[in-house]
């Protein structure tokens, strides 16, 4: 088990090289720099300016300045923000994404979860076709889609909840983006759930619980949830990342002061080091995440951990 | 599992009239994707007035606009996938085929790109090379190669183990010969039933891009913009938003279905898990 953590780090670090050289490398090759604009400055101010950020210095001794720094988690100073560094930023932002971002998940997991668990019980009724093909549409209707409409609705014709804006710690702030970001993987998880509950269900060891007689809710959640569960925690890699990418969408929408957003202003304002800090956070996450769902998977399946 | 559904058809009949229509209905119209009409903005959608769609912001007929936006949209998602499709098929192919070091290397290199985040990728690569609607192919199709990559190889892993490669092998066929004689035309039908899966992913890539403003230039429209366009107005004109997102998740909701169907005909080897 160690060992098997200890060789998926070790893979984390090339896998993080690649990505922070990629955003360094697509950023310089790029005409045109962060400090380019309309107005010609003054040659010194120019000059300052560029030596302040270390511009003036040639590309390799940028590019080993900027991984020692990312070695030591120093993201380096905002172009854009004068005096604030790009960590800075970012912890302004992420709690924002973390709230959405778990809201959103929670969201799905338990209307997905349920809606998947109840089809499985009865598959082929309307209480399997009437959710599974509503499912359908929730995976083809993308979230900048559902987004603008769950505003439309709740917001500007309902008048329940507020349409943007951000609120530290209010629920009534976070409900529409969280759902709008939640449905696509509502409808995926349901999708999951279902087919592997149908699975489980179908195994000889239920049998044997229905032919003692238990009630179907015990048989479901004693016996069928923890096999259908180990799909799940697979596709939760995937959806996290999702998650978080999504965001992007969701903070643009909705007006949140996400790191999504600050990556899209930064991008278009050739922030460097918000554009390279956020896309190598996001990768680390990834990573992340997705050691967390082997970890879990591991847990779940004692045949995965006699494997490991 | 092998059973057909009767979605598939309706899915292609729907597809094959929205591709119709995306043909011809801008080159049957009066109006122009275009010339802003300035007595005519925000006509609604009725029948009588010429306008089906109604117009839009700038007064432009929104039927031949959202047309358009099928026709680039679509262009996108094929021309995209299709670079995809090669990349995937080309690494996945010499992967299995080859086995052993380079098959680590090639399949380690797969693995790594898994966990790079792709949509801050390519925002940066349309931020940072300009607007070109080239690079927006390139871009989503080079980084969508992955799913095609590993099943490909899977797949060419499977297919070397035949009898007839092994009859090929020691009549001393070459290697560049084995690969496109034997084992890219089993691949055929696997890599159709995915290609047709991945066109609904970019045309969703693509209509992101274009919604956060990075996508087609105006006044050229993809269905992604055209939404964009809507959640702006949809205070007072909510069909402006509706009637570009419904022909959007039609679209999608086809090639899904259509895709579906087509893996489970063509590829035995995949269960119904829920994961496509």
């Given at each position: 088990?160690l060992?098997?953590?200890l060789?998926?780090?070790?893979?984390?670090?090339?896998?993080?090289?690649?990505?922070?050289?990629?955003?360094?490398?697509?950023?310089?090759?790029?005409?045109?720099?962060?400090?380019d604009?309309?107005?010609?400055?003054?040659?010194?101010?120019?000059?300052?300016?560029?030596?302040?950020?270390?511009?003036?210095?040639?590309?390799?001794?940028?590019y080993?300045?900027?991984?020692?720094?990312?070695?030591?988690?120093?993201f380096?100073?905002?172009?854009?923000?004068?005096?604030?560094?790009?960590n800075?930023?970012?912890?302004?932002?992420?709690?924002?994404d973390?709230?959405?971002?778990?809201?959103?998940?929670?969201?799905?997991?338990?209307?997905?979860?349920?809606?998947?668990?109840?089809?499985?019980?009865?598959?082929?009724?309307?209480?399997?076709?009437?959710?599974?093909?509503?499912?359908?549409l929730?995976?083809?209707?993308?979230?900048?889609?559902?987004?603008?409409?769950?505003?439309?609705?709740?917001?500007?014709?309902?008048?329940?909840?507020?349409?943007?804006?951000?609120?530290?710690?209010?629920?009534?702030?976070?409900?529409?983006?969280?759902?709008?970001?939640?449905?696509?993987y509502?409808?995926?998880?349901?999708?999951?759930?279902?087919?592997?509950a149908?699975?489980?269900?179908?195994?000889?060891?239920?049998r044997?619980?229905?032919?003692?007689?238990?009630?179907?809710h015990?048989?479901?959640?004693?016996?069928?949830?923890?096999?259908?569960?180990?799909?799940?925690?697979?596709?939760?890699?995937?959806?996290?990342?999702?998650?978080?990418?999504?965001?992007?969408?969701?903070?643009?929408?909705?007006?949140?002061?996400?790191?999504?957003?600050?990556?899209?202003?930064?991008?278009?304002?050739?922030?460097?080091?918000?554009?390279?800090?956020?896309?190598?956070?996001?990768?680390?996450?990834?990573?992340?995440?997705?050691?967390?769902?082997?970890?879990?998977?591991?847990?779940?399946?004692?045949?995965?951990?006699?494997?490991? | 599992?092998?059973?057909?559904?009767?979605?598939?058809?309706?899915?292609?009949?729907?597809?094959a009239?929205?591709?119709?229509?995306?043909?011809?209905?801008?080159a049957?119209s009066?109006?122009?994707?275009?010339?802003?009409?300035?007595?005519?903005?925000?006509?609604?959608p009725?029948?009588s007035?010429g306008h089906?769609?109604?117009?839009?912001?700038?007064?432009?007929?929104?039927?031949?606009?959202?047309?358009?936006?099928?026709?680039?949209?679509?262009?996108?998602?094929?021309?995209?996938?299709?670079?995809?499709?090669?990349?995937?098929?080309?690494?996945?192919?010499?992967?299995?085929?080859?086995g052993?070091?380079?098959?680590?290397?090639?399949?380690?290199?797969?693995?790594v790109?898994?966990?790079?985040?792709?949509?801050?990728?390519?925002?940066?690569?349309?931020?940072?090379?300009?607007?070109?609607?080239?690079?927006?192919?390139?871009?989503?199709?080079?980084?969508?190669?992955?799913?095609?990559a590993?099943?490909?190889?899977?797949?060419?892993l499977a297919?070397?183990?035949?009898?007839?490669?092994?009859?090929?092998?020691?009549?001393?066929?070459?290697?560049?010969?084995?690969?496109?004689?034997?084992?890219?035309?089993?691949?055929?039908?696997?890599?159709?039933?995915?290609?047709?899966?991945?066109?609904?992913?970019v045309?969703?890539?693509?209509?992101?891009?274009?919604?956060?403003?990075?996508?087609?230039?105006?006044?050229?429209?993809?269905?992604?913009?055209?939404?964009?366009?809507?959640?702006?107005?949809?205070?007072?004109?909510?069909?402006?938003?509706?009637?570009?997102?419904?022909?959007?998740?039609?679209i999608i909701?086809?090639?899904?279905?259509?895709?579906?169907?087509l893996r489970?005909?063509?590829?035995?080897?995949?269960?119904?898990?829920?994961?496509?």
């Amino acid at each position: 088990m160690l060992r098997f953590l200890l060789q998926r780090l070790l893979t984390a670090i090339p896998t993080l090289l690649v990505i922070a050289t990629l955003a360094f490398v697509l950023l310089h090759l790029a005409p045109g720099g962060p400090f380019d604009s309309d107005k010609v400055l003054v040659p010194q101010i120019q000059h300052a300016i560029e030596s302040r950020y270390h511009l003036d210095e040639p590309l390799w001794r940028q590019y080993l300045r900027y991984l020692g720094e990312l070695a030591r988690g120093d993201f380096g100073p905002s172009f854009q923000y004068r005096n604030t560094s790009v960590n800075e930023l970012i912890a302004q932002g992420l709690p924002v994404d973390a709230a959405i971002g778990s809201a959103a998940l929670l969201l799905a997991l338990l209307l997905g979860g349920a809606t998947g668990l109840v089809a499985a019980t009865r598959p082929g009724s309307w209480r399997d076709q009437l959710p599974m093909g509503l499912a359908v549409l929730g995976i083809s209707i993308p979230v900048f889609v559902t987004a603008p409409l769950l505003i439309l609705v709740f917001a500007m014709r309902l008048h329940w909840l507020p349409s943007g804006d951000w609120v530290a710690g209010s629920w009534r702030h976070l409900l529409l983006p969280a759902l709008a970001l939640a449905l696509p993987y509502t409808a995926y998880i349901a999708r999951i759930v279902r087919a592997a509950a149908i699975e489980a269900l179908g195994q000889p060891y239920i049998r044997t619980a229905r032919a003692k007689g238990l009630p179907t809710h015990v048989i479901v959640l004693r016996h069928a949830l923890r096999p259908t569960l180990m799909p799940l925690v697979s596709f939760l890699g995937p959806a996290l990342a999702g998650v978080l990418t999504g965001s992007i969408v969701v903070e643009q929408v909705f007006g949140l002061p996400g790191i999504g957003r600050l990556f899209v202003t930064g991008a278009l304002n050739r922030d460097y080091t918000v554009v390279t800090g956020v896309t190598v956070l996001y990768g680390a996450l990834i990573i992340g995440f997705n050691l967390l769902v082997d970890l879990c998977y591991a847990w779940l399946d004692p045949r995965v951990r006699a494997r490991t | 599992m092998r059973r057909t559904r009767p979605g598939a058809l309706v899915a292609a009949a729907l597809l094959a009239l929205i591709v119709a229509a995306a043909l011809l209905v801008p080159a049957l119209s009066p109006y122009d994707y275009a010339t802003p009409v300035w007595t005519k903005i925000f006509s609604g959608p009725s029948v009588s007035g010429g306008h089906l769609f109604g117009t839009d912001s700038l007064g432009r007929d929104l039927l031949v606009r959202v047309m358009w936006g099928c026709r680039i949209s679509l262009l996108v998602g094929i021309a995209a996938s299709l670079i995809s499709v090669v990349i995937g098929v080309c690494w996945g192919a010499l992967a299995g085929y080859a086995g052993g070091r380079l098959d680590g290397v090639l399949m380690r290199t797969v693995d790594v790109l898994y966990a790079v985040p792709f949509i801050p990728f390519v925002i940066v690569l349309e931020v940072a090379f300009g607007r070109n609607f080239l690079m927006v192919f390139i871009a989503i199709g080079a980084v969508s190669w992955l799913d095609i990559a590993r099943i490909v190889r899977g797949q060419t892993l499977a297919i070397c183990e035949q009898e007839y490669i092994e009859a090929a092998r020691a009549l001393g066929v070459r290697t560049t010969t084995m690969i496109r004689r034997h084992v890219l035309p089993n691949l055929i039908g696997l890599v159709a039933a995915y290609a047709t899966l991945a066109i609904p992913g970019v045309i969703l890539f693509e209509a992101l891009l274009s919604f956060l403003g990075l996508g087609v230039h105006p006044p050229l429209a993809s269905l992604g913009s055209l939404v964009a366009e809507g959640a702006n107005e949809m205070q007072a004109n909510p069909y402006l938003l509706i009637i570009p997102a419904a022909f959007l998740a039609t679209i999608i909701l086809c090639l899904n279905r259509l895709g579906d169907a087509l893996r489970d005909a063509l590829d035995p080897r995949h269960e119904e898990d829920g994961h496509g």
